[in-house]
């Protein structure tokens, strides 16, 4: 038989054990409600656009453009000034999420922005740019390029106000897809493309658009064209559905306008690369994100699948590239940026210019083209 003070003993540790159990449970109770909460608040929040908007825009371009030009076009995916050769992200098997310090962002900016200007394009298509983002210390990165141009373009491809993921989470992003120009354009929209998340993922994802830009052709027999720029940055986290879903809106669009006798020339991070251009050379390693791949079939003929295979236009962000070893059997590279054009434009060059990959995980395209009169 247990004695008065034994059975004292145990009941003060059996309620010290139920105040843990239900300290714990409020401790649970709260985090859930607070996960709750913050879902419910981003829901509430999310970014939902219309499926066709207007862009926004600043300045006026004042060159003209008549069929037999030529000019240059140039895209590059900016990694918004934060994926420089220090960086590694933890989304393509890296740790980083703050990848760079505002004086690393400031001096990535910089080189980028002189890159742009030696490159000497007459359109410049830009995505991952950021407006005011914690991982890139709030700098409007577009604004600050559209102070060297006539005119520039802009829609968002992710604005979430909080990011929660992963720990610590990434925070507020606001960026997109940007051009730049000193031609005449005329009208500037936003086309939103399919989302392949579904709630809770979506509200924390990127919505990803088309950003379509014009420019009126003027022709010797008054004929009514218009040169058809479509910038885009193609889904990259998901299973392959998006990619393909998103392609195939590209393909309609596109093929609407070459049927109203338009110059069609879309460009940037498909995140996919051509079938029809060789890739052998940097070759997929074992356990890396997986690009996927557009057939030219997919397009069906009177298009222009074209990509420099001679630099790679992407590395891997699974660890910094300063200090890696740069073999193509021991580092990920990708041909990723290029460019789809209707076959009533003729490519005169196409160059990636090998920047070696100092101030964002992407290399410039660089093409020269010239419209059919």
């Given at each position: 038989?247990k004695?008065k003070?034994?059975?004292?003993?145990?009941?003060?540790?059996a309620?010290?054990?139920?105040?843990?159990?239900?300290?714990?449970?409020?401790?649970?109770?709260?985090?859930?409600l607070?996960?709750?909460g913050?879902?419910?608040?981003?829901?509430?929040?999310?970014y939902?656009?219309?499926?066709?908007?207007?862009?926004?825009?600043d300045g006026?371009?004042?060159?003209?453009?008549?069929?037999g030009?030529?000019?240059?076009?140039?895209?590059?995916?900016?990694?918004?000034?934060?994926?420089?050769?220090?960086?590694?992200?933890?989304?393509?098997?890296?740790k980083?999420?703050q990848?760079a310090?505002?004086?690393?962002?400031?001096?990535n900016?910089?080189a980028?922005?002189?890159?742009i200007?030696?490159?000497?394009?007459?359109?410049?298509f830009?995505?991952?740019?950021?407006?005011?983002?914690?991982r890139?210390?709030?700098?409007?990165e577009?604004?600050?390029?559209?102070?060297?141009?006539d005119?520039?373009?802009?829609?968002y491809?992710?604005?979430?106000?909080?990011?929660?993921?992963?720990?610590?989470?990434?925070?507020?992003?606001?960026?997109?897809?940007a051009?730049?120009?000193?031609?005449?354009?005329g009208?500037?929209?936003?086309?939103?493309?399919?989302?392949?998340?579904s709630?809770?993922?979506?509200v924390g994802n990127l919505?990803?658009?088309?950003?379509v830009?014009?420019?009126?052709?003027?022709?010797?027999?008054?004929?009514?064209?218009?040169?058809?720029l479509?910038?885009l940055?193609?889904?990259?986290?998901?299973?392959?559905?998006?990619k393909i879903?998103?392609?195939n809106?590209?393909?309609e669009?596109?093929?609407?306008?070459?049927?109203k006798?338009?110059?069609?020339?879309?460009?940037?991070?498909?995140?996919?690369?051509f079938?029809?251009?060789?890739a052998?050379?940097?070759?997929?390693?074992?356990?890396?994100?997986?690009?996927?791949?557009?057939?030219?079939e997919?397009?069906?003929?009177?298009?222009?699948?074209?990509?420099?295979?001679?630099?790679?236009?992407?590395?891997?962000?699974?660890r910094?590239?300063?200090?890696a070893?740069?073999?193509?059997?021991?580092?990920?590279?990708?041909?990723?940026?290029?460019?789809?054009?209707s076959?009533?434009?003729?490519?005169?060059?196409?160059?990636?210019?090998?920047?070696?990959?100092?101030?964002?995980?992407?290399?410039p395209?660089?093409?020269?083209?010239?419209l059919?009169?």
């Open positions: 038989m004695t003070k034994e059975k004292k003993i145990k009941s003060k540790g309620r010290v054990v139920l105040g843990i159990l239900k300290t714990l449970l409020v401790l649970v109770l709260v985090a859930v607070g996960v709750a913050l879902f419910g608040w981003l829901t509430v929040v999310e939902n656009p219309d499926t066709v908007t207007d862009a926004e825009t006026a371009g004042t060159r003209s453009v008549s069929e030009d030529t000019m240059r076009i140039v895209t590059w995916n900016l990694g918004y000034g934060a994926l420089g050769d220090n960086a590694d992200f933890f989304m393509d098997g890296g980083g999420v990848t310090t505002k004086e690393r962002v400031a001096e900016l910089d980028i922005g002189e890159g200007e030696a490159l000497d394009g007459d359109i410049v830009v995505q991952e740019i950021d407006r005011n983002s914690r890139s210390y709030h700098i409007d577009y604004e600050s390029f559209a102070q060297n141009w005119y520039a373009a802009f829609a491809n992710y604005n979430v106000k909080f990011v929660p993921i992963p720990i610590p989470p990434m925070g507020k992003v606001e960026s997109g897809v051009v730049y120009t000193d031609l005449d354009l009208q500037a929209q936003r086309i939103q493309l399919p989302c392949p998340f709630w809770p993922l979506r919505k990803r658009c088309l950003l830009t014009r420019i009126p052709v003027q022709t010797e027999d008054g004929t009514e064209k218009e040169l058809v479509i910038n940055h193609l889904e990259a986290y998901d299973s392959g559905e998006g879903a998103q392609t809106q590209l393909r669009l596109m093929n609407s306008e070459r049927e006798g338009n110059y069609v020339i879309a460009g940037g991070d498909f995140n996919q690369t079938m029809n251009v060789d052998g050379m940097y070759p997929e390693l074992e356990g890396m994100w997986h690009c996927g791949a557009i057939a030219p997919d397009f069906g003929d009177g298009w222009q699948l074209v990509m420099d295979n001679t630099v790679p236009t992407c590395r891997s962000l699974d910094p590239y300063a200090g070893d740069h073999d193509p059997a021991q580092f990920q590279y990708y041909l990723i940026d290029g460019f789809i054009l076959d009533n434009i003729e490519v005169l060059n196409l160059q990636t210019v090998d920047n070696g990959f100092v101030a964002t995980d992407h290399n395209v660089v093409l020269d083209f010239k059919a009169d």
